[in-house]
T-cell receptor, first 117, second 114 residues
């Protein structure tokens, strides 16, 4: 079946502009994760959704970052007033419901490469 | 907090050489451990996993054993191929009442020469 898809695959924007990144998880996966992959920081966890709820937003690097998920499916990561240090590859992953004693494999999308000029 | 440390790369080997990529972790609970691989131009893929102490994960000739006493999960392969050239990430997830996000090491780039 279809895997995790993300759009756009590449985004170039000017400093100070807002951007929206989209993630379509695998159908039936209730858990959704956003990560950021950058040269200096490696792979960092940003936010987790269980259904439409995000119980922990502490991984978001600043209040310019926000994310939502609607209908327990598609998720959007929004970065306001982008800065050059936001340049990175943003990865989305989904899995079946997370439970204590897991693990459920996380399936990753191809990522969105964001470049802030 | 929880963390993963893996050996710095890049690692360059000749085909059929033995591979070891070291990975150690720090965790307050009882995490599950993973190796993910990212081939050139592709997304992250799960390579293997282990959920409890002494478990051995294996896939595509790669193996890693969950060693609680040394808090390690080293990746090994007896004979690497050119097609194994990729970036390898060690990761953990502590599912004990938490959200199950992955905590990754920095990644190790492997290049295998013919």
């Amino acid at each position: 079946g279809a895997g995790v898809s993300q759009s756009p695959s590449n985004k170039v924007t000017e400093k100070g502009k807002d951007v929206e990144l989209r993630c379509d998880p695998i159908s039936g996966h209730t858990a959704l994760y956003w990560y950021r992959q950058s040269l200096g920081q490696g792979l960092e966890f940003l936010i987790y959704f269980q259904g439409n709820s995000a119980p922990d937003k502490s991984g978001l690097p600043s209040d310019r970052f926000s994310a939502e998920r609607t209908g327990g499916s598609v998720s959007t990561l929004t970065i306001q007033r982008t800065q050059q240090e936001d340049s990175a590859v943003y990865l989305c992953a989904s899995s079946l419901v997370t439970r204590a004693g897991g693990p459920n494999e996380q399936f990753f999308g191809p990522g969105t490469r964001l470049t802030v000029l | 907090g929880d963390s993963v440390t893996q050996m710095e790369g890049p690692v360059t080997l000749s085909e059929e050489a033995f591979l070891t990529i070291n990975c150690t972790y720090t965790a307050t609970g009882y995490p599950s451990l993973f190796w993910y691989v990212q081939y050139p131009g592709e997304g992250l893929q799960l390579l293997l996993k282990a959920t409890k102490a002494d478990d051995k994960g294996s896939n595509k000739g790669f193996e890693a054993t969950y060693r609680k006493e040394t808090t390690s999960f080293h990746l090994e392969k007896g004979s690497v191929q050119v097609s194994d050239s990729a970036v390898y990430f060690c990761a953990l997830s502590d599912y004990g009442g938490s959200q199950g996000n992955l905590i990754f090491g920095k990644g190790t780039k492997l290049s295998v020469k013919p």
